[in-house]
């Protein structure tokens, strides 16, 4: 265990809907990390979080948007869903806004588009 | 940017075999470099770190990597492998600072017993 935990492990919707993935880091980390896991694009970096402001963006799409609360926790939204949103989203948190730090993974939410 | 590769995509070795991933990255400065690990049904977890120093890193449960700057690779190697090391492994790299962690597309190790 990461300490690191995410909600919900599974999520299906139907094309067009939104969802929120919520992320809460390990107690003391400042930093949360998202990233998604497509079997064709492997491990793919979407935004990080460090101490409520966005620190980096990778590459996300205009239709997702993060934000991380005063309580450290994040939540990723997904909106106008396409079936090729299909994938596992990770979050990792770390305890600085250096991404030199060791990243603590989640277990992940599998969403699966229909 | 920065980018990584993983030339392997699924190896396949009986146990007690040598083992070794190939990580490539290309980026012109100083780097950091990552193995992660994700066993069956777990999450990502570090195996072993590059910041700077002695090249050769070693990590958890045997493993231990290479940085060899002028061919840009950290290859991962185990002398012995074991069944308990069935798993999806990741290399990753990061420019430093505040700069984003990418990683390699994963190299699924099935060590057959």
């Known amino acids: 265990d990461s300490g690191v935990t995410q909600t919900p492990k599974h999520l299906i919707t139907a094309t067009g809907q939104r969802v929120t993935l919520r992320c809460s880091p390990r107690?003391?980390?400042?930093?949360v990390y998202w990233y998604q896991q497509s079997l064709d694009q492997g491990l793919q970096f979407l935004i990080q979080?460090?101490?409520?402001?966005?620190?980096a963006k990778g590459n996300i799409l205009e239709r997702f948007s993060a934000q991380q609360f005063p309580d450290l926790h994040s939540e990723l939204n997904l909106s106008s869903l396409e079936l090729g949103d299909s994938a596992l989203y990770f979050c990792?948190?770390?305890?600085?806004?250096?991404?030199?730090?060791?990243?603590?993974f989640g277990p992940g939410t599998r969403l699966t588009v229909t | 940017a920065q980018s990584v590769s993983q030339h392997n995509h699924h190896v396949i070795l009986s146990e007690a075999a040598s083992l070794e991933l190939g990580c490539n990255y290309s980026?012109?400065?100083?780097?950091?470099l990552f193995w992660y690990v994700q066993y069956p049904g777990q999450h990502l977890q570090l195996l072993l770190k590059?910041?700077?120093?002695?090249?050769l890193v070693k990590g958890i449960k045997g493993f231990e990597a290479e940085f060899i700057k002028s061919k840009f690779s950290f290859n991962l190697r185990k002398p012995s492998v074991q069944w308990s090391d069935t798993a999806e492994y990741f290399c990753?790299?990061?420019?430093?600072?505040?700069?984003?962690?990418?990683f390699g597309t994963g190299t699924k190790l099935q060590v057959i017993p």
């Open positions: 590059y910041f700077s120093g002695d090249p």
């Open positions: 107690s003391g980390d400042l930093s």
């Open positions: 979080y460090y101490n409520g402001e966005e620190r």
């Open positions: 980026y012109g400065g100083t780097v950091n």
């Open positions: 990753a790299v990061n420019a430093g600072g505040y700069q984003k962690v990418t």
């Open positions: 990792a948190s770390s305890v600085d806004g250096d991404s030199s730090y060791e990243q603590y």
